[in-house]
C-alpha cells in the first residue's frame, strides 16, 4: 500500500514549455486534489476531483489544467510554464464520507527559469 | 471569499514546554477543523482534528479547542519534544462541502534543546 505518490519529484523547465505532473493513489478514494506551496502563502488549491471523470477548479485554476481519466490517477498539466509557476505541487486524496482527512503525496518540486 | 487566518508564523520553545497555535476563519458554515504536520522535504500528514459538534479534542500530548461562537481554534501541544520540529497547518472546510477545505499559512515550530 503505497498510499499517494507524484512523479517526477524535480523538475526544470524553461518557460513556455509543458509538462504533465502525474498523482496515483491505491486507497479506491473518490476525491483528489493538487495543491501549489510556496513560502508563507501555506497550500492553496488549484483543481480537484469528486470522482473519475469529474474535475472543478479551485482557488488558483489560472495556467493549469487536470484530468482524471482514471479513479486511481490525476494529472496536473503545465501547457506554457511560466516562472510564477515555480513552486511545490502536492497531490491529496481523500474519502467522500464527507469532510475527511486528505492524504498527501511527498511532492514535486518544480523550477520555471 | 473564506479565509483561514493563521498565528504566529513562528515559534520557537523550550524543549518540554508547551506551544500554542490559533486560528481564525471566516466562513460560520465550515464544520471541520484538522490540524496538518509537515516535516522537511515531506508531504503535509494529518496529526488531529476536530469537527463542529466537539468543542475540545485530546490525543495524548496534543489537544485542539474549537470556538464556534468566535470562529477560531487552537492547537496545543504538551511537554514539546525534539521532533515536535516542523511547519504545523490548520484547515477549516469550505462550508459544509464534503470536498474541500482552506489552509492557513502555516507555523513553523523549532523546539530549542
Known amino acids: 500500500n503505497a498510499g499517494v505518490t507524484q512523479t517526477p519529484k524535480f523538475r526544470v523547465l524553461k518557460t513556455g514549455q509543458s509538462m504533465t505532473l502525474l498523482c496515483a493513489q491505491d486507497?479506491?478514494?473518490?476525491?483528489m486534489y493538487w495543491y501549489r506551496q510556496d513560502p508563507g502563502m501555506g497550500l492553496r488549491l488549484i483543481h480537484y476531483s469528486v470522482g473519475e471523470g469529474t474535475t472543478a477548479k479551485g482557488e488558483v485554476p489560472d495556467g493549469y489544467n487536470v484530468s482524471r481519466l482514471k479513479k486511481q490517477n490525476f494529472l496536473l498539466g503545465l501547457e506554457s510554464a511560466a516562472p510564477s509557476q515555480t513552486s511545490v505541487y502536492f497531490c491529496a486524496s481523500s474519502s467522500n464520507r464527507g469532510p475527511d482527512t486528505q492524504y498527501f503525496g511527498p511532492g514535486t518540486r518544480l523550477t520555471v527559469l | 471569499g473564506e479565509n483561514v487566518e493563521q498565528h504566529p508564523s513562528t515559534l520557537s520553545v523550550q524543549e518540554g514546554d508547551s506551544a500554542v497555535i490559533k486560528c481564525t476563519y471566516s466562513?460560520?458554515?465550515?464544520?471541520?477543523f484538522p490540524w496538518y504536520k509537515q516535516e522537511l522535504g515531506k508531504g503535509p500528514q494529518l496529526i488531529i482534528d476536530?469537527?463542529?459538534?466537539?468543542g475540545e479534542k485530546k490525543d495524548q500530548r496534543i489537544a485542539v479547542t474549537l470556538n464556534k461562537t468566535a470562529k477560531h481554534f487552537s492547537l496545543h501541544i504538551t511537554e514539546t519534544q525534539p521532533e515536535d520540529s516542523a511547519v504545523y497547518f490548520c484547515?477549516?472546510?469550505?462550508?459544509?462541502?464534503?470536498?474541500?477545505?482552506?489552509f492557513g499559512s502555516g507555523t513553523r515550530l523549532s523546539i530549542r534543546p
Open positions: 476536530i469537527r463542529s459538534n466537539v
Open positions: 486507497m479506491n478514494h473518490e476525491y
Open positions: 466562513d460560520s458554515a465550515s464544520n471541520y
Open positions: 484547515a477549516a472546510s469550505m462550508g459544509s462541502s464534503a470536498s474541500k477545505i482552506i
